[in-house]
């Protein structure tokens, strides 16, 4: 539980602008019907919906923890059968190579030159899944993917689309055969959400709706009325980015990043069982973050509340705990509710 004082949010930062009593845009409706839609589709799971709506608004990556069969595949397939976008999935297995996720060039007989053929990357979403069990040389290249947008083969760099998401899944039982993360690539994933099992109520409902689809009875209207067009989803990206956050809550953002490279103004206890802390990416993406779960809960202003729900899934894969940690039985996602319940709002 967090502390009392976060809960209720000062009166200066909860203060938006006279403009943010408003109904919300077109386009913000749009995504409520699409968040109703997936939550029909994907049962039991409105967390990683709500985070893959996210990282969607956000412009950025996702990386899922979970076991088999929880619907981390089904989320991100259900989502791009929504929107105007194209959609790959990719198993990782330890024989990947490159060129199997970037493209090659490949030889034409007929002209004697050679033709670049895009590969998987080139996609609007892209699913990798079990991305811990490709090699390093496979890291690299996804990792150029993410973060510059591109993909070099030879002399030549080759742009992806603009609408370009990857969601990663790991799978946190079996670890034979399994490459660990670069913490350069970790970084550069927006959040890290984990995923559990569904409640028996939600499963009752998930084994119906798996009744339904094999005996083809789904209806038309489980589907919306028109796709998300990319248009669509760059105006809310926008309307996103202009949405008002107060400067008090700005410098709130930066002190709980601060908070896990140094954390003895806050939780002297924590001294020495931090390796590392976040980077400044951290705080680049709880803001987008913090903006993007406003924006969907139909608000043009940031409150306390959407820092601190996101703050979990923007700085688990960024802190590295120490040895001493590790002797306690210390876990990440503790130190980071530590964080949360002693660094105060300004």
């Known amino acids: 539980m967090q502390a009392d004082t976060h809960s209720r949010p000062s009166p200066a930062l909860a203060t938006a602008p006279a403009a943010a009593a408003h109904p919300g845009s077109s386009v913000q409706h749009q995504f409520a019907s699409l968040r109703d839609t997936l939550a029909r589709e994907v049962i039991g799971q409105p967390v990683l919906i709500e985070r893959l709506l996210i990282a969607l608004l956000a412009d950025g990556h996702l990386l899922v923890e979970g ?28 024989d990947l190579l490159p060129a199997d996720l970037t493209g090659t060039d490949v030889l034409r007989p007929a002209t004697g030159e050679f033709e670049f053929e895009p590969g998987p990357l080139f996609h609007n979403l892209v699913l990798a899944d079990e991305i811990n069990r490709a090699p390093a040389k496979v890291q690299s290249a996804l990792l150029e993917a993410m973060a510059e947008r591109q993909v070099t083969i030879g002399r030549h760099s080759w742009p992806l689309p603009r609408l370009f998401l990857v969601m990663a899944t790991q799978n946190p039982i079996e670890q034979e055969g399994t490459f660990p993360l670069p913490e350069a690539q970790l970084d550069r994933f927006l959040l890290h959400v984990p995923v559990g099992y569904p409640e028996a109520g939600s499963e009752r409902a998930i084994m119906r709706l798996a009744h339904a689809q094999a005996r083809s009875e789904m209806q038309a209207q489980a589907r919306p009325a028109r796709l998300l067009t990319q248009a669509d989803l760059f105006r809310a990206r926008a309307e996103v980015l202009d949405l008002h956050m107060a400067d008090g809550l700005g410098e709130y953002i930066v002190q709980l990043v601060q908070a896990t490279r140094d954390p003895r103004p806050w939780a002297p206890e924590l001294r020495g069982k931090i390796a590392w802390g976040a980077s400044p990416r951290a705080s680049i993406a709880l803001e987008r973050c913090a903006r993007a779960a406003a924006w969907l809960a139909g608000r ?43 660094v105060p709002l300004p």
């Not at 076991?67 to 198993?91: C, M, N, S, W, Y």
């Not at 923007?314 to 964080?339: K, N, S």
Request: aromatic share 6%; net charge negative.
């Open 67 to 94: 076991a088999p069969g929880l619907a981390k595949t089904t989320a991100v397939k259900a989502l791009a059968g929504h929107i105007e976008a194209d959609f790959h999935r990719v198993q990782f297995t330890p």
């Open 300 to 342: 043009d202003y940031v409150l306390p509340e959407d820092v601190q729900s996101l703050a979990p899934d923007v700085l688990r894969h960024r802190v590295v705990l120490g040895y001493e940690a590790d002797a306690e039985g210390l876990r990440v996602d503790a130190v980071v509710q530590q964080l949360l319940e002693r």
